[in-house]
């Protein structure tokens, strides 16, 4: 059955750097989602992206954050400089069509020290 | 705009004990619904999903759900709980309306832990 796979797994990160995660979305989607999820809380919406742009964003998503579909395959989050309150996992997911069921990747968990 | 409400934090029962997990949503039209499950350290698993028709519906590993418009509920339910069902449980919601701007960003609620007895 074909997944949604997110590269790395965790990344460690000093506060202010730069980060890409990235992820490899099914191959037929048209939908791509980041959200993240703070630990011990509640899974949020960061964006949606579709035809090559965002559709929409939440007010989490700021200037410091940026998403890419760079080929036919990934899909990228950049975080320009990160912050303490970054740290969290990270879940990528798509969909074929609006009204199909996303479906997630395994998460990117990001620690900012 | 929409919001998931999941009351219960912590549920704690005993194996082979029914379950019922409760999840109320407020929207206008009526949502898409969805239950996922993630165990510690992992990624989200769907468990079964409503988008319209029958609103008993039959998901994987025993659990099934209901969509009560009346009471704007989607409780998980399974009628005798396993060791491995221990794991936190997210109800979650997407706009239906497909005119909308919203491209299929899904709400979810606080989740619920679930702790299984021996």
């Known amino acids: 059955e074909p997944e949604v796979t997110q590269t790395p797994s965790h990344q460690v990160t000093q506060m202010g750097q730069e980060v890409i995660l990235r992820c490899v979305p099914i191959?037929?989607?048209?939908?791509f989602y980041w959200y993240r999820q703070i630990l011990g809380q509640k899974v949020e919406f960061l964006v949606s992206?579709?035809?090559?742009?965002?559709?929409?964003k939440s007010e989490i998503f700021d200037d410091q954050f940026s998403v890419e579909r760079p080929d036919g395959s990934n899909f990228t989050l950049k975080i320009r400089s990160t912050k303490l309150e970054d740290s969290a996992m990270y879940f990528c997911?798509?969909?074929?069509?609006?009204?199909?069921?996303?479906?997630f990747g395994p998460g990117t968990r990001l620690t900012v020290l | 705009a929409q919001s998931v409400t999941q009351p219960d934090i912590h549920i704690t029962v005993s194996e082979g004990a029914s379950l019922e997990l409760r999840c109320n949503y407020s929207?206008?039209?009526?949502?898409?619904l969805f239950w996922y499950v993630q165990s510690p350290g992992q990624g989200l698993q769907l468990l079964l999903k409503?988008?319209?028709?029958?609103?008993l519906v039959q998901g994987i590993k025993g659990f099934e759900a209901e969509f009560k418009r009346s009471q704007s509920s989607f409780n998980l339910r399974k009628p005798s709980v396993h060791w491995s069902d221990a794991a936190e449980y997210f109800c979650?919601?997407?706009?239906?309306?497909?005119?909308?701007?919203?491209?299929?960003?899904?709400?979810f609620g606080q989740g619920t832990i679930l702790t299984v007895h021996p």
């Open positions: 409503y988008f319209s028709g029958d609103t």
């Open positions: 997911a798509s969909i074929r069509k609006r009204t199909d069921t996303q479906y």
């Open positions: 992206f579709y035809n090559n742009e965002i559709s929409e």
């Open positions: 929207y206008g039209a009526t949502p898409y």
């Open positions: 191959s037929n989607h048209l939908y």
């Open positions: 979650a919601v997407g706009l239906a309306n497909a005119g909308g701007t919203s491209y299929g960003k899904l709400t």
